[in-house]
């Protein structure tokens, strides 16, 4: 008998494709799992011992109990199953969300299902999200870090399409060779599915994925075989990708000098190039954070005093495991002095850290607020399109640009593609690893937040000599 667990029929309502080769394929899936994916079972794991905390002993609540349903192969194991007699329950299912979603609305809608045909009446359903207002003071407090989403009405209004939904996921499992199905929205939604490489493999760069079109017109092209960016009609593509568009079909960058011009104009010196990396978790790691909060542990600061000069280097890591905002600022406020402009790129990010460090450190705060007033964006002159090159494929982020721009410069090796500081953080704080396994971790941390700030300065750079500067 085919077995169909919870976690299969969220695949088939992603594609069902993904749910074939996850069953028939696992050759093809990535061999390990990527630190990042760790990070999130790890907090999901977290958050459900709190979720535990908030059913006494004794008020019927049984913790991951298992049921397969007789009729029809359908597995489940439940997170929190409360009877509240014999034959009825409660259904609890833990998520580290802060706000429903729609597959957490599928997961339980399964597991309502499979409970009901093992015998038991479902008479509430309930997610157990992250309270993303509160703030952690001293020991975690699992009823206000977390709250009750009673969703038993969603629930049953999806119950009727449910068994439809299941034959079709058993039909799928039942297939002798993988369903052929279009490349869509689905390959990033609800999840980046770990099977792009794979089913990817064929479409060229740029793509008609790249051209920011809707599902319609995407299939449009499909049906005629089009894959190509260059192949897709001009009166297809929307006005934002106009310029991307006919540097993809010249095959050169397309730059408005005068914007850029401008753009420089309003730079002063000395020029502060700085960049944060932060950390964030459901359970929040200090006192007086919320749950995915984010925490500045490290920077990088490149500094040129005056036009033409070589750039200053300074950095910053918090290396032990303590609130790392206040050691950061006190060694910032000493190497960014009061004059000249701030580049970030993307700065609405640093700006919230800055404006947030303000508020948790009053002895700061006038530091913070006065560099907020001084920050100016590097990204702006590529998001609005003043410098636009094909190999961008669209995007600006700066992991897209500066290899771009300034290909001698590379992330390569500095950390994965999926790992980032980010992830790396809490290992080098933990206290567990081998000192030759620690440092080699901080040196790689420094220098990847390095390179954000030195490629902010050769992109400033190559704008420059697009005037002849
Ligand atoms: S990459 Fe896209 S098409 Fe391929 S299995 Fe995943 S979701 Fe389906």
Redesign the pocket.
Known sequence: MLILTKSDFIKLL?????L??YKHRRDLLPEDIDLSLEKVFEEGYEVEKYACELFPKGDGAVFQPTFKSPKQGIICRCDILKYTSPKEVELYEVKSSTEVKDYHLSDVVFQKQCLTESGLTVKKVCLILVNNKYVRHGPIEPKKLLKIEDVTEEVEERMEELPARIEEALKVLRLKTEPD????K???KPFA????P???KNVPTPSIYDAGLNEKKLNILLDKGILNMKDVPAGMITPSKRKFYESVLTDKPQIDRKAIAKWIEKLVYPLYFLDYETYSSAIPMCDGYRPYQQMPFQYSLHVIKKPGQKPLHYEHLELKAVDPVPALAAKLSKQLGPKGSVIAWNMGFEKDRNSEMAERLPAYAKFFNAVNKRMVDLAEPVKKGAYVHPDFLGKWSIKAVLPVMCPELSYEGLVTETATAFEYWPELISGKLPPAERGTMEKKMLAYCKMDTFGMVRILGEMEKTLGH
């Open positions: 992603q594609c069902r494709k993904y074939w080769l199905v279009r490349i869509l689905q390959c990033s599915c770990p099977l792009i794979y089913c990817w």
